[in-house]
């Protein structure tokens, strides 16, 4: 059965059409949902949470229908909203605590629930203190917790990185991972990076002007639009002769700046075949880089973007 399911999912708003004819089927595991601001992503959410109508076509949550059965819906499913909305004189414990009593755990239930998503995030200690006092981070692990908290078959996690710094960016992730694979909860997680989400989903979805872009698993996602940059040394032009030995390979390959070499990944075996070559060339590997395009280019005409480590 699928997570979520669209067909000609269609959102306008007065000035603008938020959702455009959206057909999207998410599993289990980690969905990314990628797109700049503006595209889309907050909007379907709300539409699959039954908080907001769609003007047209059909969502089902779970095998349930968003537009008759949102409260059933919200029981089954964890949120993190994307804004500051905590209250700041309540502590994470009363706030998990309340919020677990809402979605319908008695009492002592709720209490002993909050205990163990709050130490899941990382937030055992500071619980009691009020949240006004709290970093972005760690208001950010609050609000996952909360979602976490009625042990939902789903969590929706709107742009929970969003104003961390790298450090606590990355241990976010971590966590959003952890939630996928160690809880076994399905996540459908927003960005505007792609880079963040590819790190941690199965799966990416991709939205541009409330259009879908791409629905692909992550690996499909990053040889069709990755590319390694390599550097080698060893002899006084080795990045040429490793440049023609990947051409002669049948990769495409060119130079890049700063004697680097910029090789299209044609598939998984490609990082395996550009050290064979090196070696085989009797030089020395001192690093192997991808490149991804930024998301805008991903699927117009391609472009150099972030490079991150392998
Ligand atoms: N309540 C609303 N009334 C009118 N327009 C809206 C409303 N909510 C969203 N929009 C518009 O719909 C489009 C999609 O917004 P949405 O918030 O879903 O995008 P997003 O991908 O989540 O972006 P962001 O990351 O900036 O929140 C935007 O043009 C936005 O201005």
């Keep these: 059965m699928s997570v979520i399911e669209t067909a000609g999912l269609t959102k306008r708003y007065a000035r603008v059409t938020a959702l455009d004819q959206l057909d999207v089927n998410v599993g289990d595991g980690v969905t990314g949902l990628v797109g700049a601001n503006g595209a889309g992503k907050s909007t379907l959410i709300k539409i699959l949470l039954g908080l907001v109508p769609a003007t047209s076509g059909t969502a089902t949550v779970l095998g349930h229908d968003v537009a008759t059965e949102g409260g059933r819906i919200r029981s089954l499913v964890g949120y993190m909203p994307e804004h500051d909305c905590l209250p700041a004189d309540t502590s994470a414990s009363d706030m998990v605590v309340h919020l677990g009593q809402m979605s319908g755990l008695p009492y002592a239930a709720a209490r002993e629930r909050a205990a163990d998503v709050l130490r899941h995030v990382g937030l055992a200690e500071e619980r009691y203190r009020p949240i006004g006092g709290y970093s972005t981070g760690m208001k950010q692990r609050a609000k996952l917790a909360q979602a976490l908290v009625h042990?939902?078959?789903?969590?929706?996690?709107?742009?929970?990185?969003?104003?961390?710094?790298?450090?606590?960016?990355?241990?976010?992730?971590t966590l959003v991972r952890r939630v996928g694979k160690e809880f076994g909860i399905a996540v459908l997680v927003t960005s505007h990076l792609l880079g963040e989400l590819e790190q941690v989903s199965d799966h990416v979805v991709v939205l541009d002007s409330g259009r879908l872009l791409r629905s692909s698993a992550t690996t499909d996602f990053l040889y069709a639009t990755g590319s390694l940059l390599v550097e080698v040394q060893g002899l006084p032009d080795a990045d040429r002769l490793l440049g023609q030995a990947l051409v002669a390979?049948?990769?495409?390959?060119?130079?890049?700046?700063?004697?680097?070499?910029?090789?299209?990944?044609?598939?998984?075996?490609?990082?395996?075949?550009?050290?064979d070559l090196t070696v085989d060339l009797g030089l020395g590997l001192v690093r192997m880089q991808e490149r991804h395009h930024r998301i805008e280019d991903v699927f117009r005409d391609g472009g150099a973007g972030s490079v991150q480590p392998v």
């Design 249 to 275: 390979a049948g990769l495409e390959a060119r130079p890049a700046e700063g004697a680097l070499i910029e090789v299209d990944v044609r598939d998984a075996s490609t990082p395996d075949l550009v050290r």
């Design 151 to 173: 042990d939902p078959r789903l969590v929706l996690l709107d742009e929970p990185t969003n104003g961390l710094d790298p450090s606590s960016r990355n241990d976010m992730l």
